[in-house]
Each structure stands twice: as structure tokens, then as C-alpha cells.
Nanobody
Framework: QMKLVESGGGSVQAGGSLRLSCIVSGYRFNGNCIAWFRQAAGKEREGVAAINTGGGSAVVTDSVMGRFTISQDNAKNTVILQMNSLKPEDTAMYYC????????????????????WGQGTQVTVSS
């Protein structure tokens, strides 16, 4: 049973940076799709970024392109979401999620069923 634990959320001012981490345990790290989703109050959940842990290829949604970067640390079984130039509209609960196999291409990454979810970490960006 895969377990995901997020950390790194917090409160920052617009233009600031945060680094979210998702530690994966209980299952092999490579060969999965690990993704970050977010859900703001009163809004639907949306996919932010995803990475194929087998090869490192990534998908990033348009609204964060150029500001957010997803990467992996194989030695620590961790997926990292580096968030720069944060905006108030980035305020949300951020969740790490995982599924076996390939992430898919582009926005199709968000249409798959992700079997494993973390508890979430809150990101708040003030103007």
C-alpha cells in the first residue's frame, strides 16, 4: 500500500517561493505517476504538475508554467514541487497523488484515476 506524505506548505507574500515535498513509501518509487493537485475554497480540484518517476518526464498545467517545477529525488523517494513567483490565485490546499504507470500526455494526466492520496498541505499567498 503506497503512502504519500506532503510537507512544505505555508504562508507567503505574492512573488515569494515555496517548496513542497511528497515522500513516497510502501511501494516502489519508480514506474509511477506522482502528481500534485490543488483545490481552492469553493473551486474544483485541478491538476498542477505530474512526473513519471521512471523516466522523469513531466507535465505542468498552463497556469503555473514557467513558475512551478516538478522534480524527483530517487535517493529520498520524494517528489518536489518548487513554486516560484507565487500569486494570490495559487492559494489552495495542495495534494500529492499517485497512480501506477505513465502519467499520460498534457492535460490527459488529470483525467486518470489516482489511487493514492496524501492528506494535503495548505499554501496561502497574500497580496
Amino acid at each position: 500500500q503506497m503512502k504519500l506524505v506532503e510537507s512544505g506548505g505555508g504562508s507567503v507574500q505574492a512573488g515569494g517561493s515555496l517548496r513542497l515535498s511528497c515522500i513516497v513509501s510502501g511501494y516502489r518509487f519508480n514506474g509511477n505517476c506522482i502528481a500534485w493537485f490543488r483545490q481552492a475554497a469553493g473551486k474544483e480540484r485541478e491538476g498542477v504538475a505530474a512526473i513519471n518517476t521512471g523516466g522523469g518526464s513531466a507535465v505542468v498545467t498552463d497556469s503555473v508554467m514557467g513558475r512551478f517545477t516538478i522534480s524527483q529525488d530517487n535517493a529520498k523517494n520524494t517528489v518536489i514541487l518548487q513554486m516560484n513567483s507565487l500569486k494570490p490565485e495559487d492559494t489552495a490546499m495542495y495534494y500529492c497523488a499517485a497512480k501506477q504507470g505513465f502519467c499520460g500526455y498534457g492535460s490527459s494526466a488529470w483525467s486518470y484515476r489516482y489511487n493514492y492520496w496524501g492528506q494535503g498541505t495548505q499554501v496561502t499567498v497574500s497580496s
